[in-house]
């Protein structure tokens, strides 16, 4: 073994072997990269949560890890912002939701709520690690004000309940008239509302055609 340097693994071994040398301790394996990413990824978003609590997610992965951060939403009672927080939670579908929850109706699992919203199954699941079914307590009807009835609503009305100034509110009433507004996505891209203006009027509304008008007896066509 002369010449030779006392840590080469040979020379090792061989006192190992004879008893000369303690055996190595086993080496710890190596971390995963994408175990090492995912941590990364989850404690940056944490970073943003801390300094914003109403941080909108943005794809699949970010809702696994507020999962893993211990946010949770409660399907039958969240509220509308919450469910704006949830990656392609559009507007429109939140507006269904907050009207249904209203409405008395309750959801226990997935399949239940992707029919309730006319979207595919495939975008629940995106959802479901932080989905919570569980049941309220009291109805969410029994906490909010009564909707506004969009398409019979007068003019005072309108403005009182949803400040709309002169122009947008004559906007609102001339397309009333041309045909009842059918929902929130309906509304919006009429009147051209902005994405935040939308939002704050999710909930807010019922879309019951306007009723036809009573004719006096002089003017109703003969049987």
Request: net charge positive.
């Given at each position: 073994?002369a ?12 006192l ?5 040398l303690?055996?190595?301790?086993p080496a710890a394996p ?6 090492d ?5 989850r ?8 300094h914003?609590?109403d941080?909108?997610?943005?794809d699949a992965?970010?809702v696994?890890?507020?999962a ?6 409660e399907?039958?009672?969240a ?5 704006l927080?949830?990656?392609?939670c ?7 939701l ?5 409405d008395?109706t ?7 709520l992707?029919?309730?919203l006319q ?5 629940v ?7 919570r ?21 007068s003019?005072?009305l309108?403005?009182?309940r ?8 004559r906007?609102?009433l ?8 059918r ?5 919006q ?5 902005p ?6 009027w ?14 006096p007896p002089?003017?109703?066509?003969a049987?």
């Amino acid at each position: 073994m002369a010449g030779r340097h006392w840590l080469d693994p040979l020379a090792r071994r061989l006192l190992v072997a004879t008893g000369q040398l303690p055996p190595s301790p086993p080496a710890a394996p190596a971390p995963l990269a994408g175990g090492d990413d995912e941590a990364v990824e989850r404690e940056l978003l944490a970073l943003k949560l801390a300094h914003n609590p109403d941080l909108r997610l943005r794809d699949a992965a970010e809702v696994r890890h507020a999962a893993a951060l211990g946010w949770t939403l409660e399907v039958n009672v969240a509220a509308a912002g919450d469910w704006l927080r949830l990656p392609g939670c559009r507007p429109d579908l939140v507006d269904r939701l907050i009207r249904l929850q209203r409405d008395g109706t309750q959801w226990r699992g997935p399949g239940e709520l992707a029919g309730a919203l006319q979207i595919p199954p495939e975008q629940v699941l995106i959802w479901l690690p932080v989905l919570r079914f569980a049941r309220p307590a009291e109805p969410a009807s029994a906490q909010a004000p009564a909707p506004l009835a969009i398409n019979q609503a007068s003019e005072g009305l309108l403005r009182e309940r949803l400040g709309l100034g002169p122009e947008r509110c004559r906007r609102l009433l001339l397309e009333r008239a041309r045909e009842p507004f059918r929902d929130l996505a309906d509304l919006q891209q009429r009147l051209q509302l902005p994405a935040d203006q939308a939002e704050r009027w999710i909930g807010r509304f019922r879309y019951a055609a306007a009723p036809e008008p009573v004719l006096p007896p002089s003017r109703r066509p003969a049987p």
